[in-house]
């Protein structure tokens, strides 16, 4: 697999989507196959985040200040030498962080926030490929209510529809780097290990355009 990823020039691959979407688990499971280091969000950290679930317009530009930072500062470690000698996989891109920012923020509390994140991306590493896993809000809101976090409680199914739908919005645009578009709605990677074993195949199987489609229900209509 290592010689596959290499010869596709895939030594950085983070995979992103929704809240709900899977993708630290798909992260996890792809680290794992690949022998990679794992770089995880660690949202947990952030003291305003519950609050902000709980009164958003009181608490989104402290929770969004705290995760452009604490986001800049774990993936500034990232450095040439490290993504040369060894794999990495990341259940998160920097650039995501402004879909919050947007989406939450008040004009003047983005202007703050823009002056701010604007210096700050110049010295991030740009992943070689992201997976967006593309979801439905009925199918995130199912996997939130199965995961029962304390913290997610009160998120409502108002906020995860313009959530998704700013994701859908942004990454439909992304430029950035290679980027493959999966149609998550009717497989299970965790607990159907040939749904992983496929995405698997597509991401190293053949040369990586710079943007790429992939829907499983189609290729398992087909079978």
Known sequence: MNNNSQSNNLSYIAVEGVIGAGKTSVASMLAEKLNAKLVLESFEDNPFLEKFYQKPEDYAFRTQMFFLLERFTQLRELNQKELFNNYIVADYIFEKDKIFAYLNLS????????????????GIVVPDLVIYLQSSVER???NIRKRQRDIEKEMSEE?????NEAYNYFFSRYKSSKIMIVNCEEVDFVNNPADFDDLVN?????E????????PSLRKAAQ
């Not at 004009?107 to 991306?121: N, P, R, S, V, W």
């Not at 906020?159 to 959530?163: A, D, H, M, P, T």
């Open 107 to 122: 004009d003047d509390e983005l202007k703050i926030y823009e002056h701010i994140a604007q210096g700050l991306d110049k």
């Open 140 to 142: 995130l809101m199912a």
């Open 159 to 163: 906020y995860i529809s313009g959530l």
């Open 202 to 206: 597509e991401i190293f199987g053949s």
């Open 208 to 215: 990586m355009s710079a943007v790429k489609y992939y829907n």
